[in-house]
Each structure stands twice: as C-alpha cells, then as structure tokens.
C-alpha cells in the first residue's frame, strides 16, 4: 500500500515530507489504530504526549513500501526509515520506538520530562537540566534521536539568563528571558 508524499517548506531551504496513503491503507492504519490504542498509550506511558493521537503499532511498520519525493531541482528525499507524517500509524509508532530512550533519561536527574513525539521538554535546576542534556546527546544517538542544540532553546527568568548561558556555553543551545513558541504555545514574557 502506497503513500504519496507531499513537500512542504520548513524554512531555511528544508523539506518536511508530509505522507498522504491510499485510502485503504488509512483504513486499515485507522482499524489497527483503534484496536491498539489503548496498548500504545500504556506501553508509550505519561511522558509521550503523542501516545494518545490515533496512531499505530510497530508491527503494521513491515507493511510499509520505501517511498520518494522529488523536489523541483532533482533532489530525492528517501522515506525508507522511521514513520512518515500524516501516516495514521506515525505518532503511535514513534511513541512506542522512542520510549527506551524517554524512560533511561528519565533516571538521570530530578527534573521533570515531557515530550511530544521528538519534541522534548524539560524543567528544573539548571545543573539538572544540564546533566540532562549531555545524557541524551550521549546516549540519544543509539536510539536514532539526534538532537540539534540549534533547534533548542531554554527559557529562564531574567535574573538566571547569565547563569543559564555560563552552564550552557559549550552547547549552541539558544538562552532566553524573553520567551519562545513551543508546540504552538509561548513559554515566558508576555513580549513574545
């Protein structure tokens, strides 16, 4: 069963494939997403937000075709690995393939976690969050999650900005007292 992918822009020259299936395919994804639900989101636990979408499980995942998506000047992006957004199945079986790694950061500091699909929040003592953070660029990688500090960005009160950006000087970690959109929601001042 196919899936035609779609190129939508992310900024800064990037393609988000956005992958639309065959309408039996979004049946049979739907059914087994209704049937697995529940286990998902028990096996996936109460840090991954994205458990309780209508999603999928692993084993639907070999039923799956590699797939490409041409851009207009030639490019090919591959869609042979991982889950493809817009697939029903995607958000529960991302849920369950990246909840070893959730639940070994989990131990690692007194901080609270949360996440949404890849989308990770974490709040606490700066130290904390720090030691947090070097645990998941070391030990991400071995289950496929690599982190771009880039992407990232803390929000602190305006008094900790200085002492934020002091523990985070070896990262590219963006450090803010002014706010940032997250998920769609702002975290901080009322600027932003």
């Keep these: 069963m196919a899936s ?4 939508l822009d992310k900024g800064e020259g990037m393609v988000r494939p956005i992958g639309v299936g065959e309408v ?15 286990d998902v989101a028990e ?3 109460s840090l991954q937000l994205c458990a309780g979408q ?10 799956m075709h590699p797939a490409w998506l041409f851009i207009t000047d030639g490019k090919e ?3 042979a690995e ?9 958000m529960g079986v991302y849920a369950l393939s990246i909840q070893p790694l959730i639940t070994a950061l989990q131990t690692t500091s007194s901080t609270k976690q949360c996440w949404f699909a890849d989308d990770a929040s974490r709040a606490g003592p700066l130290g904390e969050v ?6 998941l660029t070391t030990i991400g990688p071995a289950f496929g999650y690599f982190p771009n500090a880039r992407k990232c960005c803390i929000v602190v009160k305006p008094e900790k900005e200085e002492s934020a950006k002091d523990v985070f000087k070896s990262t590219a970690i963006n450090i803010t007292s002014k706010g940032h959109k997250h998920l769609g929601a702002v975290i901080g001042s009322q600027e932003c």
């Design 43 to 45: 096996a996936s636990g």
């Design 54 to 63: 209508k999603s999928g499980s692993e084993a639907a995942v070999h039923a």
């Design 24 to 38: 039996l395919r979004r049946v049979l994804a739907k059914c087994v997403m209704n049937v697995a639900k529940e």
């Design 4 to 7: 035609c992918l779609i190129p």
């Design 77 to 79: 992006i591959l869609s």
């Design 130 to 135: 720090k030691k947090w953070w070097d645990t």
């Design 82 to 90: 991982g889950t493809t957004q817009g697939d029903p199945l995607a």
